[in-house]
């Protein structure tokens, strides 16, 4: 039953039809009586791309399903993507395959900072409940209730918090207790045994999610690349860009956000663009170049009510990431387009159902680089003669998937769990209704 807002927005009178012959009594619904207002009219803008029919172009917002999407999916081939372009480092192959000059993996790393920086603006910025009138007035799906209430800081980052650091704290322990280990018995005969102070200490020094401790002695002395967990790197960026979009969150008001949020994204791009020539791969030029992806993917979801959702735009976005990789400056200035074109394909692709119910790309993500190592150690003890690389590339990301099957379901979805019960411990009380 559709409310007279949705009335008013969606269904314009025809201009072939008399505006001052009655019309039939629409119905009503309680409980958009208080919509009914010109506060509430004016939030609601009209749309002003059409499409060749004639009919408006959906939004962003309207074409993006938060329940039923296929983010997951392209999450788990940005994850298989990391995986894949460390064969080549790990197998002595040479280089991993790039993109106009750009690693594989690095393309990969900037896709989950675009994805993640749209979705965790929606867990931080919950939409009002006119917003939510407004995006289904013209369907049958009631407003949902939870979009009423925003978290508070400490809510969100513990949320955060509970999300990537128990499947971290873990891959540390397994990987001290049960990789290095095993990786001197597929190792010669003659290796020694890993060193458990140096073991520990991999753990200990690792804790704070910047990684200082690469290896453990003992352990991958004939590896090409004597180390344990590369990707591990990125996981101190992805936290403080939580940190700093909860943090803007709170200080800013609601209605200098917007603003707030788009000066930082410039900020942050044009500073990396100026750092360039002086970077080296460092803390601060890494911060720089996934911060932006990150904050384009908050900006896109700030304007998801007025970005339309097409396929020449995608196209256009492809093209300027194209472009960008081209000329040398696909970090920083690809991120808003590669966000776009991420999040129409997370809207578009019929891709809904894989991930859905148990989401392992951040399990491979972790795992992989290990298991890899591991995987390389046993297949030279079983041949001298190497495999080819698409060989082991596949079978590193098979190898892998019982390793994130196991993370999501022992420790990432328990942490789910842990995670709704704590963030509703420390939910702010709601405010008292105004009279």
Not at 39 to 44: G, I, K, Q
Not at 141 to 159: H, I, K, M, N
Not at 280 to 306: I, K, M, P
Not at 335 to 343: E, G, R, V
Request: proline residues 9%; contains cysteine.
């Amino acid at each position: 039953m559709r409310c007279r807002l949705a009335a008013r927005v969606y269904q314009p009178t025809p201009l072939h039809l008399d505006r001052d012959r009655p019309q039939p009594a629409r119905p009503r619904h309680d409980r958009c009586a208080e919509a009914e207002t010109p506060v509430a009219r004016a939030h609601v803008l009209p749309l002003t791309l059409t499409q060749r029919d004639g009919g408006p172009v959906a939004t962003l917002d309207e074409a993006f399903n938060p329940r039923r999407n296929s983010l997951n999916a392209l999450r788990l081939v940005l994850a298989a993507l990391v995986i894949v372009s460390h064969a080549w480092i790990i197998g002595g192959y040479g280089y991993p395959p790039a993109l106009m000059g750009v690693d594989i993996g690095m393309f990969a790393v900037c896709g989950f900072f675009a994805i993640s920086g749209y979705l965790i603006a929606a867990s931080r910025l919950s939409a009002s409940r006119l917003s939510s009138l407004s995006r289904h007035a013209g369907g049958s799906r009631p407003p949902r209730a939870d979009l009423q209430t925003e978290p508070g800081l400490l809510a969100f980052l513990l949320r955060r918090f509970l999300r990537i650091y128990p499947a971290f704290l873990t891959v540390l322990l397994v990987t001290a207790v049960i990789f290095a280990p095993l990786s001197t018995l597929l190792a010669s005969t003659d290796t020694p045994a890993p060193s458990y102070p140096s073991a520990a200490s991999y753990v200990v020094a690792n804790l704070s999610l910047h990684i200082t401790q690469w290896g453990i002695d003992g352990t991958l002395l004939t590896a090409r690349i004597p180390t344990w967990n590369i990707p591990l790197w990125s996981l101190v960026f992805e936290a403080l860009c939580y940190l700093a979009l909860g943090l803007l969150a709170s200080v800013v008001p609601r209605r200098f956000f917007t603003p707030a949020a788009v000066t930082l994204f410039a900020g942050i791009t044009l500073a990396a663009v100026l750092t360039r020539p002086f970077g080296s791969a460092g803390f601060t030029d890494n911060l720089l170049a996934l911060g932006s992806f990150f904050f384009a993917g908050v900006v896109l979801y700030l304007f998801r009510q007025r970005m339309p959702s097409s396929a020449p735009l995608a196209l256009i976005a492809a093209g300027m990431v194209l472009l960008l990789l081209a000329l040398g400056f696909f970090k920083p200035l690809a991120a808003f387009p590669l966000a776009y074109l991420l999040l129409y394909l997370g809207a578009v692709l019929p891709l809904h159902r894989i991930g859905a119910r148990n989401d392992i790309s951040y399990g491979l993500y972790v795992y992989g680089f290990p298991v890899q190592q591991l995987l390389l150690l046993a297949t030279q003890s079983l041949t001298e003669n190497p495999m080819p690389v698409a060989v082991f590339a596949t079978l590193s990301v098979v190898a892998t998937i019982p390793f994130a099957l196991a993370s999501w379901f022992l420790v990432e979805r328990p942490a789910l769990t842990l995670k709704r019960f704590a963030a509703s411990r420390v939910a702010p009380a709601p405010a008292p209704a105004r009279t």
